[in-house]
């Protein structure tokens, strides 16, 4: 309560404006990325969100952005996150980073992408991301030889659980994640990919374009089997 010429003031006071903004905070680490999977990776699984959640406007994939969750301490930076019943933009500039005190909202899904060069993937991160309730933890290791390559966890009290399969289903985002060999950016490789229920893989905004054209090329033949020039089609 304040006093003011007299009169007494009531001052409402909103923790939250003490706090600092996206606009005040650094969008990452810093640190570059030490493998182009690191960035190819989630940028493939975001392109594929954004063709198939194209009306959606709920959603949110962030790639090698710092996620702020205490304004005292640095941002943790995955390869890759999704965060689900958030804005998917606020205004032409994008996003500068993701502020958890800001968004109201927790990421549902962080992706990691191990490198030879470890960077706690497996103890610190892992421990960190259990103690903000992420509820599913992916963790792509493209070196291992004999063990599964793709490790997907999630939540359960308190610790995380590795769900089996290939691919694995993620009943709260309704899509499932998992690998298989492909073709992306000319680079045909084992990727990272979106499945639906029945356990089918999502095509890449490439595969979608290809299929258009090749629609397209067999209709025209077609047509001219028929005597129609399609070019004379408007």
């Known amino acids: ?34 493998n182009q999977l690191q960035h190819l990776i989630p940028g493939l699984l975001e392109a594929i969100l954004a063709l198939i959640w194209a009306n959606r406007m709920d959603w949110f994939f962030g790639v090698d952005m710092g996620i702020y969750y205490d304004p005292e301490q640095p941002a943790i930076v995955p390869d890759g996150f999704l965060s689900l019943g958030v804005d998917r933009f606020f205004d032409e500039n994008l996003r500068l980073s993701y502020v958890i005190w800001e968004e109201q909202r927790v990421p549902i899904l962080v992706l990691e992408v191990v490198s030879q060069k470890r960077r706690g993937e497996y103890t610190s991160k892992k421990k960190q991301y259990a103690e903000l309730e992420i509820l599913y933890y992916v963790i792509y290791n493209p070196l291992r ?39 992306y950016q000319g680079i045909t490789r084992e990727w990272l990919y979106w499945y639906d229920e029945q356990g089918q893989r999502l095509l890449t905004p490439e595969e979608r374009i290809l299929q258009a054209e090749q629609r397209a090329q067999r209709l025209a033949e077609r047509l001219r089997t028929l005597g129609i020039d399609p070019n004379s089609i408007a």
């Open 1 to 34: 309560m304040t006093l003011l010429w007299g009169k007494s003031i009531v001052l409402k006071y909103n923790p939250l404006h003490c706090l600092p903004s996206a606009e005040d905070l650094p969008d990452s680490d810093d640190t570059p990325v030490d």
């Open 145 to 183: 030889r004999k063990k599964q390559p793709l490790e997907v966890y999630r939540l359960t009290d308190g610790e995380y659980v590795l769900q089996r399969g290939n691919p694995v289903w993620l009943e709260e985002i309704g899509l499932g994640i998992g690998f298989e060999r492909g073709t």
